[in-house]
């Protein structure tokens, strides 16, 4: 029974994947944007470090803090969720109706969609930006301390980042069912998780009881996480901890979302016959 279960929400990934590489254009766009963003945020940095008398900021160097910008912008695009987005078409459209009406979980299908779009993004973005960013931040400017084991653990601390991030973004996606002003919403969401996660200034930067409070909540673990496991900055007792509360976070929020989703649904109208 939870075989079959599974199998039914397996072809909503498949879906997502196949409308993620339908849209060609689209990706084209991510990966110019992605590398413009990188090579912007790695010309900033730079100027900075030339003004740093110690060379090393938040904990890492030159080197690193250019892949440290050009993994943020690869890990961003990767678990970015389109679950809030989804859930204010749907609302706006009036589709909510028929998508509760039907047999399955709404949630589920969000989730699974979003995992779909995760493997095409991975495949067809992740793995050419990362694989050109370390070619060129080892060989041209001499980043060491990337381990093997540290690459393979990269993808599902990825993987775990996504499950955050949607988690998260069902939880704003409530707003859908009780405003209409959903672009602020999303800009404040794509904003808060933005510099809270360290995508767009490393944690290390903070203060150090920022930091402190900031890894009491999901956020880092929607961008830094990835990174600082890449870069080989963290003790294997952090890893262990850091997927340890990172699931835990995942649970919190899926709980708070559904019993939001409780009370949204109760203001769904439906009309038709």
Request: glycine letters at 12%.
């Amino acid at each position: 029974m939870a075989k079959g279960r599974i199998k039914r929400y397996l072809i909503f990934a498949k879906a997502g994947f196949q409308t993620l590489i339908a849209y060609r254009g689209a990706v084209l766009l991510w990966f110019v944007g992605a590398i413009i963003g990188a090579t912007l945020m790695g010309l900033l940095w730079w100027a900075i470090y030339s003004f740093s008398e110690s060379g090393v900021i938040g904990g890492f160097d030159y080197p690193q803090m250019l892949m440290y910008v050009i993994l943020s912008a690869a890990v961003f695009e990767i678990t970015v969720s389109s679950t809030m987005g989804s859930i204010t078409d749907d609302v706006r459209d009036g589709q909510i109706g028929m998508r509760l009406m039907k047999p399955i979980s709404y949630r589920a299908q969000l989730c699974f969609s979003n995992i779909g779009e995760f493997a095409g993004r991975m495949l067809i973005f992740g793995l050419p930006v990362i694989v050109g960013g370390t070619l060129t931040a080892v060989f041209g400017f001499g980043l060491t301390g990337i381990k093997w084991y540290n690459v393979l653990l990269f993808v599902p601390a990825c993987f775990i980042s996504l499950l955050v991030n949607e988690a998260y973004g069902f939880l704003f996606g409530q707003l859908a069912f009780r405003t209409q002003a959903m672009f602020g919403v999303h800009s404040m969401y794509m904003t808060l998780s933005g510099f809270l996660s360290g995508r767009m200034i490393p944690l290390g930067v903070f203060p150090a009881w920022a930091q402190t409070a900031l890894y009491c909540t999901p956020f880092p673990f929607m961008a830094s996480m990835p990174v600082r496991l890449f870069l080989g900055v963290m003790s294997w007792t952090e890893v262990l901890a850091g997927f340890a509360i990172a699931v835990a976070w995942i649970i919190v929020l899926d709980v708070i979302g559904w019993l939001l989703y409780k009370t949204s649904v109760r203001k769904v109208v439906v009309f038709g016959g």
